[in-house]
C-alpha cells in the first residue's frame, strides 16, 4: 500500500456498488464512501455526471485516478490490494481463466440479463453477445458443479462479483434458482463482508426512501 491509498467509492445501496463494497471489505482495504441517494436523483446532478457521465454507480477514485465498470473496478482493485489473495497475479496459474470470467459477466451476463428482464430476443447468433440465455447461464454453471469457486478452492474478485450477481437475479426471477447456484449465492452472501454491506444496505435505503417522503408534498 502507499502512504494514502484510501478508496473513495461513489456509492448507493442496493446497486452494483454494493457489490463493489463487499470486495473493498474483503480486500481490507480503506476507504470512505460518497453516497448518492439515487431514489432523490442525486446521481443525476452535475456534481456527480462530472465524474460519470452516464449516472452510474459504482465509481472509484484511487490513487489519483478515476475508474469506472464494475469489472474494471474490481480488476483494479484486487490487483492493488493484493495482500488478501483474491486475483492470481499477472503471470501466475489462473489468471487466463480469472480474467475469462470477470469479462465473461460484463460482456455475456448483463446483455443477456437485460434481455431476459426486457423479454427481447437476443438477436441473431451472428450478432448476440451471448448466443442464447440459456448457454450462456450453463458455461458458468458447469464451472460451479464440482467445485466451490470459478477457480476451484479458492475464492477471488471474480466470485465476489458473480455471487452477488446471482443473487439479485435469482431474487428477480431472473435466474433460475437451480442447486447448483443456489449454493453458490449461499456460499458468497454468506461471508462476513456480505452480510455487513447487506446491512448498511438495508440502513442506508430506509433513510433515502425517508428522505424523500419528507421532501414530498402532501
Known amino acids: 500500500m502507499t502512504a494514502d491509498d484510501t478508496v473513495t467509492l461513489f456509492f448507493s445501496p442496493n446497486t ?15 476507504y470512505r464512501l460518497h453516497v448518492l441517494n439515487m431514489k432523490a436523483g442525486e446521481q443525476r446532478q452535475p456534481s456527480y455526471l462530472a465524474i460519470n457521465p452516464m449516472g452510474k454507480v459504482p465509481a472509484i477514485l484511487h490513487r489519483g485516478e478515476l475508474v469506472t465498470e464494475q469489472v474494471a473496478i474490481f480488476i483494479h482493485l484486487a490487483d492493488a490490494f493484493p495482500e488478501e489473495g483474491f486475483a492470481p497475479a499477472l503471470g501466475a496459474s ?42 450462456m447461464l450453463d458455461t458458468v454453471s458447469r464451472e460451479l458443479a464440482s467445485k466451490p469457486y470459478l477457480l476451484g478452492d479458492r475464492c477471488t474478485a471474480a ?60
Not at 16 to 30: F, V
Not at 172 to 183: G, M, N, S
Open 16 to 30: 452494483r456498488a454494493s457489490c463493489a463494497l463487499t470486495l473493498i471489505e474483503e480486500l481490507g482495504a480503506p
Open 94 to 135: 489462473g489468471r487466463g481463466p480469472y480474467l475469462r470470467w470477470l469479462v465473461y459477466y460484463a460482456a455475456c451476463y448483463e446483455p443477456a440479463l437485460a434481455d431476459r428482464a426486457l423479454k427481447r430476443d437476443p438477436g441473431p447468433a451472428s450478432m448476440s453477445p451471448y448466443g442464447d440465455f440459456d448457454t
Open 159 to 218: 466470485d465476489i462479483l458473480w455471487g452477488n450477481a446471482f443473487h439479485w437475479g435469482v431474487m428477480f426471477k431472473l435466474v433460475p434458482e437451480t442447486p447448483v447456484i443456489a449454493d453458490y449465492v449461499r456460499r458468497i452472501t454468506g461471508r462476513p463482508a456480505a452480510l455487513k454491506v447487506a446491512e448498511l444496505d438495508a440502513r442506508l435505503a430506509a433513510e433515502h426512501q425517508a428522505a424523500v417522503d419528507a421532501a414530498t408534498p402532501g
